[in-house]
C-alpha cells in the first residue's frame, strides 16, 4: 500500500511517500523565517505551510517516481502541535481526500516518532519502552502491543528540547539550540562545571529541566561577559552532560522497573550524537537491545507519520471529516497533555 504522509505540526513542511515499510520519499522544508525570532513563530509558520506545502507535496511524488494515481490511503499529523498549523495540513489531506476518492487517517505526531525507526529499520519487538524526547515533549513510554502505549515519566516542566533551545539563547548560539549546543560541546569538556540532575534519587520515572536551564542561567550572569565568552564550549558539554546523564539513568530505571530488555529512543533530540552513544553504550554493556532511527528522521519528517499511517490503515482504521486539528493531543488519545 503507497501512502502519502503530511506534516506540518510546527515549523518544518514535509511530505513522504512510503510504499509499506520502505520509505520512497521523505521532503523536509525547514521553515528559516523563524530564526532570527529565536523561536517558533505560529503565524509565520502557517504561513510558510500554506506557500510550501503543495509544492512539497509534488516534490515528494516526482522524487518517488510515482503519480497522484498511485497513491492509495493518506495520513496526516492531527496533533499535537500549532493549531494553525496542524489545519493547513489537515485540511490539504481532507481535500486531496475527497479529490482522489482515498481512505485517510488522522496521526498522533507523537505516534510518528516513535514509528520513525521502522521506517529505517525492523521495528523494535514488543515489550520495549520509549524514550520520546523533542521540543515540545519528554516522555518514557511503554509499549506493551503495537499501537498501544502506556506513559510511564513524562517532564514537569521544560522538554529536553527546550532546555537546549533556551539554553542556545542564553549562550547566545542560535535558534534551533540542539543542534548548536551539540556543535560548542565538541570542543569543550563535560566536566568544567557541575549542573544539578534533578528527580534522580528514587524510583520517580519522572524529569524536570528547568531547574538546570535556570542554573546555566545564573552561572552566565555570576561571570564577566568576556570569560563566559571564553567558556561557552566547556558550558554547552557541561550542559549536554547533565541532560543526557538524567536521560540514560531513567531509561535504565524504566526498563529495570518494568523488567524489560528493549529501548527505542525516538524524537529531535535523538539526533544528538553523545546521546545516542552514551544509550548505546549502556545498554551493550546490560545485555539490551538498543534502537534508534537515523538522524534525518529523529526530527520532525512526513515518513515517520506515514509509516504509522501505513499501519493503521492496512489494519481498516479511518478517520472521518469531522476530525479536528488537537493541538493538546496526548500519547494516549486524550487530550490532557
Ligand atoms: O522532534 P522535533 O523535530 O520537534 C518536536 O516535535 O518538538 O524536535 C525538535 C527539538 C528541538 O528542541 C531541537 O533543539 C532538538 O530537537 N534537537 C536536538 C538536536 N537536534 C535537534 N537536541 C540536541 N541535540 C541535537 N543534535
Ligand atoms: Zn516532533
Not at 523561536?39 to 503543495?54: C, K, T, Y
Not at 481526500?97 to 520513525?116: F, Q, R, V
Not at 555570576?222 to 536521560?247: G, M
Amino acid at each position: 500500500m503507497i501512502v502519502l504522509g503530511i506534516e506540518t505540526s510546527c515549523d518544518e513542511t514535509s511530505a513522504a511517500l512510503v510504499d509499506g515499510a520502505s520509505v520512497l520519499s521523505n521532503i523536509v522544508a525547514t521553515q528559516t523565517v523563524h530564526q532570527e525570532y529565536g523561536g517558533v513563530v505560529p503565524e509565520f509558520a502557517s504561513r510558510a505551510h500554506i506557500r510550501q506545502l503543495l509544492p512539497v507535496i509534488r516534490l515528494a511524488l516526482g522524487k518517488a517516481g510515482r503519480s497522484w494515481s498511485d497513491i492509495q490511503g493518506l495520513a496526516v499529523t492531527h496533533g499535537p502541535g500549532l493549531a494553525g498549523s496542524l489545519l493547513i495540513g489537515l485540511s490539504t489531506c481532507k481535500g486531496l481526500a475527497l479529490a482522489l476518492d482515498l481512505p485517510w487517517i488522522g496521526i498522533n505526531h507523537l505516534e510518528g516518532h516513535l514509528m520513525a525507526v521502522s521506517a529505517s529499520r525492523a521495528a523494535p519487538e514488543y515489550p520495549h519502552i520509549a524514550l520520546l524526547v523533542s521540543g515540545g515533549h519528554t516522555l518514557l513510554v511503554l509499549a506493551e502491543a503495537p499501537l498501544s502505549y502506556r506513559i510511564i515519566g513524562r517532564t514537569l516542566d521544560d522538554a529536553a528540547g527546550e532546555a537546549f533551545d533556551k539554553v542556545a539563547k542564553t549562550l547566545g548560539l542560535g535558534y534551533p539550540g540542539g543542534p548548536a549546543i551539540e556543535r560548542s560541546a565538541s570542543a569543550g569538556r563535560d566536566q568544567a562545571v557541575s549542573f544539578p540532575r534533578a528527580l534522580l534519587k528514587g524510583d520517580d520515572l519522572n524529569f524536570s529541566f528547568s531547574g538546570l536551564k535556570t542554573a546555566v542561567l545564573y552561572h552566565v550572569r555570576s561571570r564577566p561577559p568576556h570569560q563566559v565568552e571564553n567558556e561557552i564550549a566547556d558550558i554547552s558539554a557541561s550542559f549536554q552532560r547533565a541532560v543526557v546523564d538524567v536521560l540514560v539513568a531513567k531509561s535504565i530505571r524504566a526498563l529495570e522497573k518494568h523488567d524489560i530488555r528493549v529501548l527505542l529512543l525516538a524524537g529531535g533530540v535523538a539526533r544528538n550524537t553523545a546521546l545516542r552513544k552514551a544509550l548505546a553504550d549502556k545498554c551493550q554493556r546490560s545485555g539490551i537491545d538498543f534502537f534508534v532511527p537515523p538522524a534525518e528522521l529523529c526530527t520532525d519528517n512526513a515518513a515517520m507519520i506515514a509509516r504509522a499511517g501505513y499501519e493503521r490503515l492496512i489494519r481498516g482504521q479511518r478517520s472521518n471529516h469531522d476530525l479536528d486539528a488537537a493541538p493538546d493531543l496526548s500519547l494516549d488519545g486524550t487530550e490532557n497533555e
